[in-house]
């Protein structure tokens, strides 16, 4: 794989980049070297514990807002922050650099420009927010979406997880219902460094992802409702089995991804029959249904594709149907002018880019509605994620966070390089 030929002039401390994300992959640790931190868990307590003492031990001024969002910021210079970050909440079977990455490359960042004596003319700042995946309360991306005033906090505070726990509630158990208000304010840049999650780097031999956008995302759940009745004495002909219909829309989801193509993609990720016995046909099935696509026309259409196909299913079976929305956002373009300075600074430092856009919901997708955002990718080993197999080569970590460096610094108007900044005063970017 390309590796770095011209070396920054000021570098992250890889070992020490490294130390931090292997302590904090012991909290939560499970069997194969992963992470268990479901968002506001004991296990995310001590995550967040650990990292709000590194803020602390960096003399950032701390904030912990209403929905528990944490922001660490050095006050240096003057105006908005440039901001980075990501979370540290896992799903149940994660592993070690999904979001955690994004968070301790941040403080690493800070780290270096503090023992380097380099001072930016803006702060720099470094979040991590709330259930960000999603796994135990939903939305996904639930706390930098409220940060950018996408959803009240009322609302989400009111949210119930698959556990039956409420999230303001959870906030208050472990300490993290904070005082500042949201929606938060406005950075003057973000960027957020994370594993692209994905193969397409590593098959394509590229160091680096200048990531150009996210793809809109729909969570549904459908609850299909039959007649519960014995599997030996009802014939085909007679039966309302919604599981049938449910093997049949697992199936057409597979078919319509094939035949749109693109970047379209549908996953059946969860499905629970009920009574759930051997010899019984059952009663009812309840689903959930992931569609994405970069493209918020082909999304619509897919959306409608499968709900028209839902009701003709369930009209020859005589099965009933009900759905609940779970998570529906819009695409996201990132801003071209971050996109640029991501993909300069790693060609600068001898790195190979490519422009893809992100197949995975981030925090940055709700930052962008907030000032000019971008994303930088590593690669996956394998494109594996959201696994306790997840891996990046300690190289490509490293890498990552020294374009996050020097980008950050750019934007905030310091470039020790010796080129030119591209963060202006009056909170523009070029």
Not at 1 to 6: A, I, L, S, Y
Not at 22 to 45: Q, S
Not at 325 to 353: M, N
């Amino acid at each position: 794989m390309p590796r770095t030929t011209n070396a920054p002039i000021v570098s992250v401390d890889g070992d020490r980049l490294m130390a931090s994300l292997m302590n904090l992959a012991r909290i939560g640790e499970i069997d194969g070297g992963g992470c268990a931190r479901l968002a506001l868990t004991e296990e995310d307590r001590a995550g967040r514990d650990l990292v709000l003492g590194w803020m602390h031990e960096l003399g950032l001024e701390v904030t912990v807002d209403v929905i528990g969002n944490v922001i660490g910021t050095w006050n240096v210079g003057v105006g908005a922050p440039v901001m980075t970050g990501s979370h540290i909440d896992t799903v149940r079977t994660g592993g070690k650099y999904d979001g955690n990455l994004g968070v301790l490359a941040g403080l690493e960042v800070i780290r270096t420009c503090q023992q380097a004596g380099l001072v930016p003319t803006r702060p720099l700042a470094v979040a991590f927010f709330t259930n960000e995946e999603g796994s135990r309360f939903a939305p996904d991306m639930m706390g930098s979406l409220v940060y950018a005033g996408g959803m009240s906090t009322e609302t989400a505070l009111d949210v119930v997880g698959i556990d039956g726990a409420r999230v303001g509630d959870e906030l208050e158990r472990i300490g993290y219902n904070g005082a500042s208000p949201c929606p938060g304010i406005a950075p003057h840049a973000f960027v957020e460094l994370h594993i692209e999650q994905g193969p397409v780097l590593e098959q394509e031999g590229i160091t680096i992802g200048a990531v150009t956008g996210v793809q809109g995302i729909s969570w549904r759940e459908l609850v299909l409702r039959g007649q519960s009745n014995h599997a030996g004495t009802t014939p085909m002909s007679l039966r309302r089995d919604p599981g049938y219909v449910a093997a049949e829309v697992t199936a057409f989801l597979r078919r319509l991804a094939r035949e749109m193509g693109g970047h379209q993609v549908c996953t059946v990720g969860r499905v629970e029959f009920h009574p759930n016995l051997v010899n019984v046909v059952p009663a009812s099935v309840a689903m959930t249904l992931d569609v994405r696509n970069t493209d918020e026309a082909l999304l619509v259409a897919a959306e409608n594709a499968i709900t028209a196909e839902v009701e003709r299913l369930c009209a020859a079976e005589h099965v009933e149907a009900s759905w609940r929305r779970l998570t529906r956002f819009e695409p996201v373009v990132f801003d071209r002018a971050v996109i640029d300075l991501v993909a300069g600074v790693a060609r600068e430092q001898g790195h190979s880019v490519m422009e893809l856009p992100s197949g995975a919901g981030h925090d940055a997708q709700m930052i962008a509605r907030m000032c000019p955002t971008a994303m930088i990718f590593v690669q996956s080993h394998r494109g594996i994620s959201h696994n306790p197999a997840e891996h990046t080569d300690r190289d490509d970590l490293i890498a990552g966070a020294d374009v996050l460096l020097h980008v950050m610094l750019r934007l905030a108007g310091l470039d020790p390089s010796g080129n030119r900044a591209s963060g202006d005063s009056d909170g523009t970017t070029r």
